[in-house]
């Protein structure tokens, strides 16, 4: 074989080998190093977001006692569905002090109550209980009467108030009749 020939065959089984070399082994190994690329990424990305959750977690439990002060005159606002009776003995104090004949009526609703077909629903629609008032007395005691309804800690959401002259009373004897809302917490 001439030294030509030798050469060239030198050189083609040498291709083949650094072939081989790059098919067996550094294919392989670029496709392993990219899948660890992303394995690595998604790992990162997933502590970065459980970090982040974390953190907000601590945020949440440090300022716990901020958003309970902050919350307390909210809940004061509001009753237990089993406070009823306590809201009415109140009420019915508020109206022996301001000279009030006064009549309670009282209906709880546990759940939001649902619009009539046809009709839209009030802006605030959460469950509460709903008292039904009727007083007699005289205007200055039911002004004096309001205003003390006025001073609770609840939040009494009224939406109508009738007055009416009373029969057979005094020139200032008048029934006043209304519902009060006081939410549920």
């Known amino acids: 074989m001439s030294l030509k020939l030798h050469s060239i065959v030198l050189l083609g089984i040498s291709a ?8 067996g082994i550094v294919v392989p190994s670029i496709k392993q190093i990219i899948t660890l690329q992303k394995q690595i990424t998604a790992t990162q990305t997933q502590f970065e977001k459980q970090y982040r959750e ?3 977690v601590r ?4 300022e716990a006692p901020e958003i309970a002060d902050q919350l307390r005159p909210f809940t004061m606002a509001t009753i237990a569905a089993t406070d009823a009776l306590d809201m009415i003995t109140t009420f019915e104090g508020l109206a022996k002090n301001n000279a009030i004949e006064q009549t309670i009526n009282v209906r709880c609703e546990t759940e939001a109550p649902k619009p009539a077909k046809g009709q839209k629903a009030p802006p605030i629609n959460l469950p509460g209980c709903i008292f039904s008032f009727l007083n007699h007395g005289t205007v200055t005691h039911q002004l004096s009467y309001l205003a003390a309804l006025e001073r609770l800690p609840q939040y009494l959401y009224i939406d109508s108030m009738s007055w009416q002259k009373r029969r057979g009373g005094g020139p200032e004897d008048v029934s006043v009749e209304f519902s009060a ?3 549920i917490r």
């Open 54 to 56: 974390a953190t907000a």
């Open 16 to 23: 083949i080998g650094i072939l081989a070399i790059i098919v």
């Open 59 to 62: 945020r949440s439990i440090r």
């Open 181 to 183: 809302k006081i939410y």
